[in-house]
């Protein structure tokens, strides 16, 4: 036992050791910074996978977890409240070391690419130690157990990718686009961190499964937020929560910052799609999965679909490859949500690992493309022509066959055709959202036709970048002569990714997901522990066994057992989708050549060309509302800090002055005066005694007889009582 | 006729002490003035012996009158020689001209 935490901690920390080494010798290291990252992470790897294996063989100890913890921090005992301490804990199941599997392989991979694509960069090394420290956040999230943790590496992963996001922080656009996904993932934090204390504030510990452990055990009364219920509150919790996933996983309404994140170096776009930050939100939804009620299971199910509804209409018109790929991202990333608030979580965490295969692979495709373009552009000192934009593209193939070849597996993939790990994924999904609308009714009857929506929408998007880039005819032949396919270094990680898209790693037969390995053996929807009147309204019908305090909840039962019905009719329907999308794209864009920006030439539909182009107008509306009003306070709180407070500071200062006039007024005219004065009458009395000093002996006589008189006058008054005076 | 007694004699010394002042004050001769002086001793000699004819029992107002007229003698012998070294300086014996003790 000892030794998979070892093993773990070491896996953890040879990424941070990569960082720091890296970081501090950033001069001396130079363009050689790789030889340090690049060993650590694939040794990394390498424990990660030795892990997997050792946690995930058969005769294993199956879906048993292994948990490790220690007293961090003892605040002692805080009255009214009672003892606060936060415990360091490691928690090691099927979903930690699958995930650290994932992040590893990604960020190894995507280190192995950046030796190529980064080449020459002003801050190589500097990139190099950022991405270790992204690997090792991200890592440090998925193996803690609690949430304080948790909380502590989200942050870090936040931190990490404002770092890449801005790495070429000359230019403004990526220090826009890494600010904007700071802030906006602030926004998510701040709920993040609200659910987080407020279930502290109740159960006194920070340990997700004691977390558990205490709500099965019923709810108490105090539990209680502003005043709700109890049960309220649990919904209130799990949303607030989920707000933090809402941020980091792009989800509607805080979507905006990943499409701007391509600003970023291209391996970085691969790296937070596909392993590092969007994946922490979908995974932090299937680690708290047991707390979310049923109003929050819609909540959170709805919201899932709305995004990816959203994102794959605006990609469908995009043409910039790495915004298509990136509205891609927040689809997918919406329909892993929709699944885990449909009760689907472990076919959402299936998918979130396949769509980390694939989207890296897509991702660092568009790179090798754009290395290239770039290359070429560079050559002939053409700074006007877009190197991302797909209008300047076409025929590749023939050019960058490698490339070409994987990232027509990994659109394969995502498009949800046959043998491809995707597609799977994607029909578990879709069975799952089946039955949740089946059985829940009401809006929720809509998100079975909203998956199948996005399913064929996915398909023509993707197939629609694909033709445009790689098939067809060259519509810049003087560019098209000179590309050349990318060096092995980034050819390599392409393969592997591909390789790693396909059905086999999951399931022996593509068809039956539900059966293989990965659904069957490795990853099982948790089970809830919320109290059963909060569970979704379909559960009431079906009988309430005596004891729920173990197992999955009646109304998963039921859902579980409506996808598998599902799942027959889903995989034939998928496909059906997923090939109509295929189809219409290979029609418009292939054999119709619709190239002009790749989009029907229909007048009418232009209103909606442009409503998708503009991403909603989304963007628009944030910076007239959000910003605006922002910047609209901020510049009358400027105001009222030039007008008042300074005004105030000016008025004391001008107070001071006219005091100190006064003062010295004063200073001169009383305090001098009172001196001066002082001096003149001395003066004055000398003048007068000099005067007497006339050197006359008789005039001193005078005086002498005068005074002694004056004396004889004055003492005869004093000392002769009044009645012998007159 | 009033019989002679002590308010007559005090009044003569009165009226000869002033005499002696006013001559100190006004007369510019060196001489004159030690002339006034010597009516305010005799005058101060009238008192003492005065006193002592119309109170005291023994003779010490005598006595100190006998003692000031010596005195008296001493001191016009010192100031004569002062007036004399005076005049040798200053060819005069004014006292209005000898105002050196102003420097």
Redesign the interface.
């Known amino acids: 036992m000892d030794q998979m935490l070892l093993l773990a901690l070491v896996a953890l920390g040879l990424p941070l050791l990569s960082f720091v080494l890296v970081i501090f010798n950033q001069r001396a290291l130079g363009a050689r910074a790789h030889l340090i990252s690049v060993p650590a992470l694939a040794f990394s790897l390498v424990l990660s996978i030795y892990l997997a294996w050792l946690k995930l063989r058969p005769g294993s100890m199956g879906l048993r977890p292994f948990e490790w913890s220690a007293d961090w921090i003892r605040l002692g005992t805080v009255p009214g409240f009672g003892p606060v301490r936060v415990t360091a804990s490691v928690l090691i199941d099927n979903i930690t070391v699958i995930m650290m599997v994932v992040v590893t392989g990604v960020s190894f991979l995507v280190h192995l690419f950046s030796i190529g694509y980064m080449r020459g960069d002003t801050r190589y090394a500097r990139y190099f130690a950022f991405l270790g420290f992204f690997t090792f956040a991200m890592l440090a999230l998925v193996l803690s157990s609690n949430l304080f943790l948790l909380y502590g590496a989200w942050e870090l992963v936040g931190f990490a990718s404002w770092a890449l996001i801005g790495h070429w922080y000359e230019r403004p656009g990526p220090q826009r686009a890494a600010t904007k996904a700071f802030i906006t993932n602030r926004i998510g934090d701040a709920m993040l961190f609200t659910g987080i204390l407020l279930l502290f504030g109740q159960f006194h510990t920070f340990n997700l499964r004691e977390i558990f452990a205490l709500v099965a055990q019923g709810l108490p009364i105090t539990f209680s937020f502003l005043g709700c219920s109890p049960e309220t509150t649990l919904t209130i919790a799990g949303l607030l929560l989920f707000g933090g996933a809402v941020a980091k996983s792009a989800q509607f309404p805080l979507h905006v910052w990943l499409p701007d994140a391509m600003e970023g170096p291209t391996p970085v776009s691969a790296l937070i799609h596909a392993a590092t930050m969007v994946a922490a939100g979908v995974y932090l939804m299937a680690r708290i999965f047991p707390l979310l009620t049923g109003n929050a299971m819609l909540v959170v199910a709805c919201t899932g679909a709305f995004t990816s509804v959203l994102a794959a209409t605006i990609a469908i018109s995009q043409t910039d490859i790495k915004r298509v790929l990136a509205y891609s991202t927040v689809s997918q990333l919406g329909l892993m949500i929709m699944a885990i608030g449909a009760g689907a979580v472990s076919a959402g965490f299936f998918h979130l690992v396949t769509h980390a295969a694939f989207k890296a692979c897509l991702f660092l495709g568009a790179g090798s493309v754009i290395h290239a373009m770039h290359r070429v552009l560079h050559e002939r000192d053409d700074t006007a022509t877009d190197a991302q934009d797909i209008c300047n593209m076409g025929g590749l193939r023939k050019k960058m066959p490698i490339t070409a070849v994987s990232f027509v597996i990994a659109t394969l993939a995502i498009s949800g055709l046959p043998l491809m790990a995707g597609m799977m994924s994607k029909d578990e999904i879709l069975a799952g959202t089946a039955a949740y609308g089946q059985l829940q009714r009401g809006i929720a009857s809509a998100l079975p036709f909203v998956g199948f929506g996005v399913t064929l929408l996915t398909a023509a998007y993707m197939w629609r970048l694909t033709f445009l880039m790689f098939f067809g005819k060259p519509s810049r032949l003087d560019l098209f002569e000179r590309i050349k396919e990318s060096p092995r270094m980034m050819t390599v990680p392409l393969v592997v990714l591909a390789a790693a898209s396909l059905w086999i790693w999951f399931a022996i037969n593509p068809l039956q997901a539900e059966s293989g390995r990965f659904l069957a053996n490795w990853v099982k929807t948790p089970s809830q522990v919320i109290p059963p009147q909060t569970a979704p309204s379909f559960a009431f019908g079906i009988l309430l066994p005596s004891t729920p305090s173990s197992g999955p909840m009646p109304h998963q039962l039921a859902l579980a057992a409506k996808a598998h019905e599902w799942a027959g009719r889903s995989v034939w329907l998928a496909l059906a989708s997923g090939a109509c999308g295929f189809l219409f794209a290979l029609w418009l864009y292939l054999l119709k050549r619709s190239r002009s920006i790749g989009t029907l030439r229909i007048s009418a539909l232009d209103p909606l060309r442009q409503f998708s182009l503009r991403a909603w107008y989304i963007d628009v509306a944030y910076e007239y509302t959000v910003v605006g009003a922002v910047l609209l306070t901020s510049r009358i709180i400027s105001w009222a800090d030039d007008a008042i407070v300074d005004g105030a500071v000016n008025a004391s200062a001008r107070a001071t002055v006219v005091t100190a006039r006064i003062l010295s007024l004063f200073d001169r005219f009383v305090v001098d005066g009172i001196v001066t004065l002082a001096g003149a009458t001395v003066q004055f009395l000398g003048l007068m005694i000099r005067s007497l000093?006339?050197?006359?002996?008789?005039t001193y006589?005078?005086w002498v007889?005068a005074s002694v008189i004056a004396i004889f006058v004055v003492m005869w008054m004093i000392a002769l009582p009044p009645s012998m005076l007159f | 006729m009033i019989p002679v007694g002590l308010p007559h004699f005090l009044v003569l010394s009165a009226v000869l002490f002033v005499l002696g002042i006013f001559t100190m004050l006004t007369r510019k001769n060196a001489i004159a003035v030690l002339m006034g002086i010597e009516l305010i001793l005799n005058a101060a000699n009238i008192n003492f012996v005065a006193f002592t004819r119309y109170g005291a029992v023994n003779f010490g107002g005598q006595m100190a009158a006998i003692f000031v007229i010596v005195i008296a003698a001493c001191e016009a012998a010192v100031a004569l020689a002062i007036v004399l070294n005076l005049y040798r300086r200053s060819q005069t014996i004014s006292v209005t001209e000898a105002n050196k003790l102003h420097d």
Do not use: K, T
């Open positions: 000093q006339s050197g006359r002996i008789q006589l005078a007889v």
